[in-house]
């Protein structure tokens, strides 16, 4: 599992100038394909993501 989740965190500027912790979640490529392959077929974007897995 941690081969294909790795977590990153960043410093974000905030509106009043101050910056704070934001913890973000790096996915591989292979587990960007499950998900966009897992998704709803009727949403929007899926099967633009699909093809980026497939011909990108």
């Known amino acids: 599992m941690e081969d294909h989740f790795g977590e990153v ?3 974000v500027e905030i509106g ?3 910056q ?3 913890k ?3 996915m591989s ?3 960007c394909y499950l ?5 709803e077929p009727l ?7 699909l093809a980026e897995f497939r011909f990108g």
């Open 35 to 39: 998900v966009i392959q897992n998704a």
């Open 43 to 49: 949403e929007a974007g899926d099967l633009g993501g």
């Open 16 to 18: 009043s100038g101050a």
């Open 9 to 11: 965190t960043e410093m």
């Open 24 to 26: 973000t979640v790096m």
């Open 20 to 22: 704070r912790k934001l």
């Open 29 to 31: 490529r292979y587990t």
